[in-house]
């Protein structure tokens, strides 16, 4: 008995659902309401009681609604559904299936660019359906929307570019309509001929082209007591213009000895002609002168003046060169000059050169002195000595020794 009482009442807990945290529970109208805002939620479930009746989720994360999404949650109560604000670009065929007692839904601000005509089949009573500020940016021919009992239509900020002739001819008893804020530059009346209970229109739109098609269509939606704001009308003029086309504008009277040439029998004047002084050639060059010479003028002063810089540049480096290349020979010719020099004065002031002058010096002789030579008193090689000797020949003395021989 006591296990069967802890089983009921176990049951019976389990059936009451408990409020997530990131959301708030309470009445609205005798509704449960359930707002989760602005919560990085990424799915419908979220662990609200299935008993809600008003479900909000907007600003949130959510980017597809799955097939029997709401169906798998046991949500069936739900009559105000907000969506708005999320990232939803993908709607799936049954994705309100047992949403039967919905009335209003709201997908704006979202990502949608196409979901199938017939994804509200089951929300039969749904009245207002809230589509604005998506991407419908090409619209088929065909119905956009299907459902008998929908109301409020909002397809504000869609970036629609045309509207086709069956798009709005499976909604019969809408009333309101929203196509503001889009791109449409005109409107067919064959658009607006199925929606036979229609009373609003809002066409609010800076792209409107007031050809003769579109003045038919708002002669037609005028005519048919829609309530509507005319763009093509004529624009009356504003209250300052009035103000400045009733005025007069007072003149003064003018006596009739001031009236110009009112006493001649003709009224001609003789036309004084104004004498033309020559232009000078200066001032005819300026008249005659265009922008496009002036161009060309400076284009060529300039390659004159860039030609003329290089062949001067191009002499002074060629000169300087030249000038490195002369200082440089001078330099050398010095050098050997200082060496011939220095050469000739060893060759005088060499101590191994005998005192005797009539004996060459050493580098006019042509034997070389070995180890094996004897040296005689002289400090000669007795062996070239002899070798001299017996040749037969004589050697040439150098020229006298003097003073003016030093300055060579």
């Known amino acids: 008995m006591i296990l069967l009482i802890f089983f009921l009442i176990t049951v019976d807990g389990s059936s009451v659902g408990v409020c997530p945290t990131q959301c708030d529970c309470d009445m609205d109208n ?26 909000s989720l907007s600003h949130n994360a959510i980017s597809e609604l799955d097939n029997f999404c709401f169906k798998e949650l046991g949500y069936k109560s739900i009559q105000i559904l907000n969506l708005s ?14 949403l039967d007692q919905l009335l209003e839904l709201n997908l704006s601000n979202n990502r949608l660019r196409y979901f199938p005509s017939d994804v509200f089949w089951y929300t039969p009573q749904l009245v207002s359906l809230d589509l604005s500020s998506n ?54 009346l064959d658009v607006l001929r199925p929606m036979r209970k229609l009373n609003r229109l809002e066409l609010r739109n800076d792209y409107w082209q007031c050809n003769p098609d579109f003045i038919a269509t708002e002669t037609w939606i005028t005519s048919h007591d829609i309530a509507y704001q005319k763009i093509c009308a004529k624009r009356s003029p504003k209250m300052f213009e009035k103000m400045i086309s009733v005025v007069e504008v007072e003149k003064d009277p003018v006596e009739i000895e001031n009236v110009w040439n ?21 001032q005819k060059f300026d008249r005659n002168f265009s922008a496009l010479q002036a161009f060309v003028i400076g284009v060529e002063v300039g390659l004159a003046i860039g030609i003329v810089a290089t062949y001067v540049w191009l002499r ?3 000169s300087c060169t030249r000038l490195m290349n002369r200082r440089r020979s001078l330099r050398e010719r010095r050098r050997m000059r200082r060496r011939e020099g220095d050469m000739r004065n060893l060759l005088l002031w060499n101590p191994g050169i005998p005192r005797n002058l009539e004996t060459p010096p050493i580098y006019r002789r042509q034997g070389l002195i070995t180890d094996s030579d004897t040296v005689n008193t002289q400090g000669l090689p007795s062996r070239e000595i002899n070798m001299y000797a017996d040749d037969g020949r004589s050697e040439t003395p150098p020229p006298p020794y003097h003073e003016c021989r030093l300055n060579l």
Request: aromatic share 10%.
């Open 316 to 318: 002074s480096v060629r």
């Open 85 to 98: 604000y999320n990232q939803i670009f993908w709607v799936g065929l049954h994705a309100f299936f047992g």
């Open 262 to 282: 009112i006493t001649s029998d003709s009224n001609t004047t003789d036309v004084v002609p104004t004498p033309k002084t020559p232009l000078t050639p200066f």
């Open 135 to 188: 991407v419908f940016e090409t619209i088929k021919n065909e119905p956009f929307v299907m459902h008998t009992k929908l109301q409020v239509l909002n397809l504000n900020n869609c970036r629609i570019k045309s509207l086709p002739d069956r798009v709005f001819s499976r909604l019969p008893n809408l009333k309101k309509l929203d196509l503001s804020e889009n791109y449409l530059v005109t409107i067919n």
């Open 30 to 55: 005798g509704l449960n309401r359930a707002s989760c805002v602005n919560q990085n939620i990424v799915s419908v479930g979220v662990g609200v009681p299935a008993e809600v009746q008003v479900y």
